[in-house]
């Protein structure tokens, strides 16, 4: 069985903010390191595409910033959404098919590459566009290539609530550095 996560990638809100606007919603926010906080959220790890996308809109809109609101279906399906002002800018689907037999192609769709570059200040689009389009066994190694081409915290991959509150953390997890909202 593969991984399941969902979560949030706020750039510019400090983790103190987050937490007071997550206010009582059960959710870990990770310490933020160059401007970027991971938000793992309870409520989205039922894998509901809405329930993601609105959390997402609300950071984004409430708090005028980008945030890349990433979805990992049993390590076959990578899917984000990228927000700038509560507005979607940018959507990824490493499988259409798999949720849609309909779909025309299983070929990854979406995301753009220069766009999600100019966001986080990363100089390589075409290291993006390869996670992006590559050939991957795993949704999360595609997730590991795209946090390593954008310069994400690299914990950001694998990372969602039921794994912080069971204490699963990635390997490169700062230990202790999760702060509960409801806390």
Same mark, same amino acid.
Do not use: C, M, Q
């Given at each position: 069985m593969g991984s399941f996560y969902t /979560?949030?990638?706020?750039? =510019?809100?400090?983790q103190a903010k987050l937490l007071e606007w997550l206010h009582d919603r059960p959710a870990y926010v990770s310490k933020?390191?160059?401007g970027l906080s991971v938000v793992v959220d309870a409520e989205c790890e039922d894998q509901d =595409?809405?329930?993601?996308?609105?959390l997402a809109t609300q950071i984004s809109g409430d708090m005028n910033c980008h945030v890349l609101a990433?979805? /990992?279906?049993?390590?076959?399906?990578?899917?984000?959404?990228?927000?700038e002002n509560g507005n979607k800018i940018d959507e990824y689907n490493s499988s259409p098919g798999f949720f849609d037999e309909n779909a025309d192609s299983?070929?990854?769709? =979406?995301g753009n590459a220069a766009l999600l570059c100019t966001i986080f200040g990363a100089s390589?689009?075409?290291?993006?566009?390869?996670?992006?389009r590559g050939d991957y066994v795993f949704a999360f190694e595609r997730h590991r290539d795209l946090a390593l081409a954008l310069g994400l915290p690299m914990y950001s991959v694998g990372l969602g609530y039921n794994y912080v509150s069971e204490g699963d953390l990635p390997p490169d997890a700062p230990d202790g550095e999760y702060k509960h909202?409801?806390?």
């Open positions: /979560n949030h990638t706020v750039r =510019g809100p400090s933020s390191e160059r =595409g809405e329930v993601l996308a609105s990433i979805l /990992n279906h049993d390590d076959d399906v990578l899917y984000f959404e990228l927000y299983d070929e990854p769709t =979406g390589d689009p075409d290291k993006v566009e390869a996670a992006l909202s409801e806390a």
